[in-house]
């Protein structure tokens, strides 16, 4: 039977971390696999990277199977493994060094869009984050991409919430520089024809005495 089938939606996360902790073979699975996808979508909008993504990604939830008795629930447990999986990006990209700059053909994270535009669009924000250094793109990405408020982000990245809201600030400022490009209102004002105005008057037919 599958994770998915074993999952029991009246049974909590914290309920699940303690079966595990407990010595239930299953529970764990179950954990990870409600919470993957957007774990996965952390790792890789951070790093930018599939496979640097997959690695932090499972040294993230190997240290969460084999601490998973350190946890006191001071915070959610989602909380709890966020913070593994950010903490395990930032220490991937701190041992890489130089970040990858090679363009990502495909985001695996995102849904298919309805439309080549907002498939572009998509890319396009991706590739910027890349560009970001990691402290600044997982504080961006918990909070302007994943939907967690600052306070939830700065128990994610523990850091104090100041510090996010200025790692979110400039993150923004230089996604903003990069994406200009994607303005619909910079490529109409291009294509459109100035009007230049005259104080030229009207011609009249006839001898002008």
């Not at 909590?12 to 957007?38: C, K, M, S, W, Y």
């Not at 979508?41 to 990604?57: E, F, I, K, S, Y």
């Not at 939830?61 to 447990?77: I, K, M």
């Not at 493994?81 to 700059?101: E, G, M, Q, S, Y």
Request: overall charge negative; glycine content about 6%; some cysteine.
């Amino acid at each position: 039977m599958s994770e998915a089938g074993l999952d029991q939606p009246g049974l909590g996360d914290g309920d699940l971390l303690a079966q595990h902790v407990a010595g239930d073979r299953n529970a764990f699975a179950v954990l990870v696999t409600r919470h993957r996808d957007r774990l996965w979508a952390v790792a890789l909008r951070t790093l930018g990277n599939p496979d640097d993504a997959a690695d932090a990604l499972q040294d993230a939830l190997l240290s969460a199977y084999r601490g998973a008795a350190g946890f006191r629930g001071n915070s959610a447990v989602t909380t709890w493994l966020h913070r593994i999986v950010v903490n395990a990006c930032l220490d991937f990209a701190r041992r890489k060094a130089v970040r990858p700059t090679q363009p990502l053909l495909e985001d695996p994270a995102t849904s298919a869009p309805d439309t080549i535009g907002a498939h572009e669009t998509a890319l396009a924000v991706t590739a910027a984050l890349r560009t970001l250094p990691a402290e600044q793109a997982a504080a961006v990405v918990l909070v302007d991409i994943e939907g967690f408020s600052v306070e939830e982000a700065a128990q994610i990245l523990d850091v104090p919430t100041g510090t996010v809201k200025s790692r979110c600030a400039r993150a923004r400022g230089r996604l903003a520089e990069q994406l200009h490009e994607l303005d619909p209102r910079r490529e109409r004002n291009a294509t459109e024809t100035p009007r230049v105005e005259t104080n030229e008057q009207p011609h009249q037919d006839g001898d002008q005495s």
